[in-house]
């Protein structure tokens, strides 16, 4: 092909590439929407790492609720039950044994009637080991119980306020009191 010939080819080609619009920017019109978008894109806020929650948190939290419930449990023990109430439920060892044998004494052979009541003022952990799975929860509670025997003679009278170091570890997924020691309220006591 002679220099000719190739300009024609070119000339024809521009010719075509006229008759399609010439212009290579497609005008919108109003049914198309724009190639760029007008409307802002919402800025995307990274969301904070969580804290990982401390283990130790949750189940010290476990503890203070147990007890709490053990409290209420024994509460109701001790004024309606006697040595046949299933303090089990929430204490053994030497617990259980203290607090059936002082039922038996009191409710079985004194035939005592026991009215008030004890109210759980303040409890903490002072001491915790997660391995033994065993705790120290220091204790602030009103002890306002009285016993008075068959034939009227007062057997118990209320203390007040008392402060109670009580030792408590895991059993089948409870925490179970399994010692108790009643102190001087200036012990535990900050109320």
């Not at 004194?110 to 008030?116: D, H, P, Y």
């Not at 007040?160 to 399994?178: H, Q, T």
């Amino acid at each position: 092909m002679n220099r000719y010939g190739a300009c024609a080819v070119a000339a024809s080609m521009l010719l075509i590439l006229a008759a399609c619009g010439g212009n290579d920017a497609a005008t919108p019109t109003a049914s198309q929407p724009p190639v760029i978008s007008t409307t802002p894109t919402p800025t995307l806020t990274p969301k904070p790492t969580p804290k990982p929650v401390d283990p130790t948190t949750a189940v010290k939290q476990k503890i203070l609720t147990d007890y709490a419930a053990s409290f209420a449990y024994t509460d109701k023990g001790i004024r309606d039950g006697g040595a046949g109430y299933p303090y089990e439920t929430w204490m053994v060892d030497a617990a259980l044994s203290a607090i059936k044998a002082n039922m038996g004494y009191v409710k079985g052979i004194r035939k005592a009637k026991v009215t008030g009541y004890s109210k759980l003022l303040e409890s903490k952990i002072t001491a915790f080991d997660l391995k033994a799975k065993t705790a120290t929860v220091t204790v602030c509670a009103i002890d306002n119980y009285t016993a008075v025997a068959k034939n009227g003679v007062v057997i118990a009278r209320p203390p007040g306020k008392v402060a109670k170091i009580d030792k408590v570890k895991l059993l089948k997924g409870r925490w179970m009191l399994f010692s108790t020691q009643t102190l001087k309220p200036s012990f535990g006591c900050t109320r």
